[in-house]
């Protein structure tokens, strides 16, 4: 069985901001997207169908709001700032997005580290992950002697998959090319627009964060398909724009965050006994609401405890746990010297976890676009 052991975290969150967009009703997004109804030729899927396919109420979707990487710049400006330090303070910055703005030698990192004005001698760090890039990105962080890390996540499938008017195109709308056909409309349906940056500072604190890829039990299963792009498929060819989408392999996808929570679950309890009363706040990956209630009620989880963002704003992957934690510092149900706890799985597969002390000495509002 997997196992994953806690490794010394000498951090502690002492940066943060987010931004996400007004969230749209599912009705209106579903108007908006005119996805062909599969069981009923000719009609459209309705906002009361996608909510019984999603489970979600409304999403995080706004094409203009996030068409720069500036907006994404200014997040990690907003970060550092309340981190009360300035660029020139920060020593090593992580990029984290399944939707980078360019696919080339790791444009992002390079154009954000210097949008945001961190010194040269900044290696710019870019990973292309999904929802449990975060904890990749942190685990990755306690491996370096930086004393101040920035971390940059964000995803915008607004770009990757709308249509520029607050719909999608038509490679995800009905696609008779790639191998999942005509599902893929519930990537962008699920997935949703959002930017969080934090920023970590080196303590002696008594963090710690855990992180493993699960190879015995789910080796071979990417649970995000994009076949588009290869050798086999290679760009310019015919078939490889339609096939250079993201599908999901849903039941693969509740599988493994049933599976690999529990894990992470299981694996925390171990380095912290007691974790759950310990830590003030547990914030765990929004994949949707049918998973997320799920794990809560096994691991006894309530609202109290661990709050959810999934039905108001769908998946933000990377950025969900983000703006749980954000608003909760901006109502003051987290305060400074509380001990929070991430918990997040995603496609690779992937799972990882983390448990810190917050300590944010100019907090800024969450911002909603």
Same mark, same amino acid.
């Given at each position: 069985?997997?196992?994953?052991?806690?490794? $010394?975290?000498? &951090?502690? $969150?002492?940066?943060?901001? +987010?931004?996400?967009?007004?969230?749209?009703?599912?009705?209106?997004? !579903?108007?908006? *997207?005119?996805?062909?109804?599969?069981?009923?030729?000719?009609?459209?899927?309705?906002?009361?169908?996608?909510?019984? /396919?999603?489970?979600?109420?409304?999403?995080?979707?706004?094409?203009?709001?996030?068409?720069?990487?500036?907006?994404?710049?200014?997040?990690?400006?907003?970060?550092?700032?309340?981190?009360?330090?300035?660029? =020139?303070?920060?020593?090593?910055?992580?990029?984290?997005?399944?939707?980078?703005?360019?696919?080339?030698?790791?444009?992002?990192? &390079?154009?954000? *580290?210097?949008? /945001? @004005?961190?010194?040269?001698?900044?290696?710019?760090?870019?990973?292309?992950?999904?929802?449990?890039?975060?904890?990749?990105?942190?685990? $990755?962080? !306690?491996?370096?002697?930086?004393?101040?890390?920035?971390?940059?996540?964000?995803?915008? %499938? =607004?770009?990757?998959?709308?249509?520029?008017? #607050? #719909? /999608?195109?038509?490679?995800?709308?009905?696609? %008779?090319?790639?191998?999942?056909?005509? =599902?893929?409309?519930?990537?962008? #349906?699920?997935?949703?627009?959002?930017?969080?940056?934090?920023?970590?500072?080196?303590?002696?604190?008594?963090?710690?964060?855990?992180?493993?890829?699960? +190879?015995?039990?789910?080796?071979?299963?990417? $649970?995000?398909?994009? %076949? @588009?792009?290869?050798?086999?498929?290679?760009? #310019?060819?015919?078939?490889?724009?339609?096939?250079?989408?993201?599908?999901?392999?849903?039941?693969? /996808?509740?599988?493994?965050?049933?599976?690999?929570?529990? &894990?992470?679950?299981?694996?925390?309890?171990?380095?912290?006994?007691?974790?759950?009363?310990?830590?003030?706040?547990?914030?765990?990956?929004?994949?949707?609401?049918?998973?997320?209630?799920?794990?809560?009620?096994?691991? @006894?989880?309530?609202?109290?405890?661990?709050? +959810?963002?999934?039905?108001? &704003? @769908?998946?933000?992957?990377?950025?969900?746990?983000?703006?749980?934690?954000?608003?909760?510092?901006?109502?003051?149900?987290?305060?400074?010297?509380?001990?929070?706890?991430?918990?997040?799985?995603?496609?690779?597969?992937?799972?990882?976890?983390?448990?810190?002390?917050?300590?944010?000495?100019?907090?800024? %509002?969450?911002?909603?676009?």
């Amino acid at each position: 069985m997997s196992e994953a052991r806690a490794r $010394l975290l000498p &951090f502690r $969150l002492t940066g943060l901001a +987010t931004l996400v967009a007004e969230p749209i009703p599912l009705d209106d997004w !579903a108007q908006r *997207v005119r996805v062909p109804f599969r069981g009923k030729p000719g009609e459209l899927l309705d906002g009361a169908m996608m909510h019984r /396919i999603l489970g979600i109420h409304g999403k995080s979707w706004d094409h203009e709001l996030f068409a720069s990487i500036d907006v994404v710049a200014g997040v990690g400006k907003r970060a550092v700032a309340s981190a009360g330090l300035s660029p =020139s303070d920060v020593d090593a910055a992580i990029v984290v997005s399944c939707t980078p703005y360019e696919l080339m030698l790791d444009q992002d990192a &390079f154009r954000l *580290v210097r949008r /945001i @004005g961190l010194p040269d001698s900044v290696i710019p760090t870019q990973m292309a992950a999904g929802c449990a890039g975060l904890a990749r990105a942190i685990a $990755l962080a !306690a491996r370096t002697d930086a004393s101040r890390v920035l971390i940059v996540t964000y995803t915008v %499938p =607004s770009r990757a998959a709308g249509d520029g008017a #607050g #719909g /999608i195109n038509d490679l995800y709308r009905s696609n %008779p090319v790639h191998p999942d056909g005509d =599902s893929v409309w519930s990537s962008p #349906g699920i997935f949703s627009d959002g930017v969080a940056a934090l920023v970590l500072d080196r303590t002696d604190d008594e963090g710690f964060v855990l992180y493993s890829r699960d +190879t015995d039990e789910f080796a071979e299963d990417p $649970l995000i398909h994009y %076949p @588009g792009g290869g050798l086999n498929h290679a760009p #310019g060819t015919p078939g490889a724009a339609e096939r250079a989408v993201f599908g999901m392999d849903s039941k693969g /996808i509740a599988r493994f965050y049933a599976a690999a929570m529990m &894990f992470n679950h299981r694996d925390i309890e171990a380095a912290l006994p007691g974790y759950v009363e310990k830590v003030r706040r547990i914030y765990t990956h929004q994949a949707n609401p049918a998973l997320v209630d799920a794990f809560h009620e096994l691991a @006894g989880l309530d609202e109290d405890k661990a709050p +959810t963002n999934a039905r108001r &704003f @769908g998946n933000l992957v990377t950025v969900s746990t983000m703006q749980m934690l954000h608003d909760d510092v901006t109502a003051g149900r987290v305060s400074n010297g509380d001990l929070i706890c991430l918990s997040v799985v995603g496609g690779g597969p992937e799972r990882g976890a983390v448990v810190m002390t917050v300590h944010i000495p100019h907090p800024v %509002p969450p911002a909603v676009g």
